[in-house]
């Protein structure tokens, strides 16, 4: 199994992100998807998740109405679109999934 994160970056307060997760070495349309984040000094947290199949996502309160997670199967990827995004989004963002973790991107809010 291999879950590669790619998307993130430095973005000013207000700015978007896209973030992709790119996987493979399994049937990704069986398993549910999720990112997952760290900031510093801080445990990690579930951010989205999204199933195998429907369109029965969810969200951290912390991010609900920013950002939007959703997956393209026949590209065996899944995404996660953030917008206005807050100094407190600052954090490496993980993805997750058939008991499976991506070695994270960095995203950096400031101004």
């Known amino acids: 199994v291999q879950l590669v994160e790619s998307g993130g970056g430095l973005v000013q307060p207000g700015g978007s992100l896209r973030l992709s997760c790119a996987a493979s070495?399994?049937?990704?349309?069986?398993?549910?998807m999720s990112w997952y984040r760290q900031a510093p000094e801080k445990a990690r947290e579930l951010v989205a998740t999204?199933?195998?199949?429907?369109?029965?996502?969810n969200y951290a309160d912390s991010v609900k109405g920013r950002f939007t997670i959703s997956r393209d199967n026949a590209k065996n990827t899944v995404y996660l679109q953030m917008n206005s995004l807050k100094p407190e989004d600052t954090a490496v963002y993980y993805c997750?999934?058939?008991?499976?973790w991506g070695q994270g991107t960095l995203v950096t809010v400031s101004s």
């Open positions: 999204i199933p195998s199949v429907g369109a029965s996502t």
């Open positions: 070495g399994f049937t990704f349309s069986r398993y549910a």
């Open positions: 997750n999934g058939a008991f499976s």
